[in-house]
């Protein structure tokens, strides 16, 4: 069977609507004996069995996908051997203490390197670099499913804000008073 057609297949019978957001080598899996993976992306890209978000992530497109949590999914792929978690701007706007956040933009701590993700149409997902330890601040994290990332508090996503040096003047200080 050629390449394309196995990739398709595949996809057409795993992926399902929480499941459809694939790093490159989750792909090379689907087809392990092909030894041009970039070529076939490619193609798949180009023939629509795939949608690239960003470099090594790909969206097979399902129906009744969550489109807002294309950003997160693949956050969550990009960095899956690190300690991500949602913070800063992005927890502050989710909880209601900042009401002005740029479109299609979102922020993460990471035990990684600092660095933002050109997802080109769907938009950025921003890292940012913590040394702090799963441990040190565990109480202060829940797990968001629908995301699949871990969500800083409000109070952890202040102490963040204020760790990086980022603008506080969006942050409505009542709300955070009171939630804090």
Not at 3 to 8: A, D, E, I, T, V
Not at 26 to 46: F, I, N, Y
């Amino acid at each position: 069977m050629q390449p394309l057609k196995q990739l398709s297949k595949t996809l057409a019978s795993l992926a399902d609507r929480e499941h459809c957001v694939f790093s490159s080598s989750d792909l090379a899996a689907a087809v392990p004996e092909c030894g041009q993976l970039a070529v076939l992306l490619s193609r798949a890209t180009k023939a629509g069995v795939l949608k690239r978000v960003c470099r090594g992530i790909y969206l097979y497109p399902v129906k009744d996908y969550p489109p807002g949590d294309l950003l997160f999914h693949a956050a969550a792929r990009l960095r899956a051997g690190e300690f991500n978690y949602i913070s800063l701007e992005t927890a502050l706007s989710d909880a209601g203490i900042i009401s002005q956040v740029p479109m299609n933009w979102i922020s993460l701590m990471t035990s990684g390197r600092s660095h933002v993700v050109d997802c080109g149409n769907h938009g950025h997902i921003e890292f940012v670099h913590t040394t702090q330890q799963p441990e040190e601040i565990g109480n202060e994290l829940t797990y968001d499913a629908e995301r699949r990332l871990w969500r800083a508090s409000v109070r952890q996503a202040l102490r963040d804000m204020k760790a990086t040096r980022r603008g506080m003047e969006l942050v409505d200080q009542e709300v955070a008073h009171e939630l804090v």
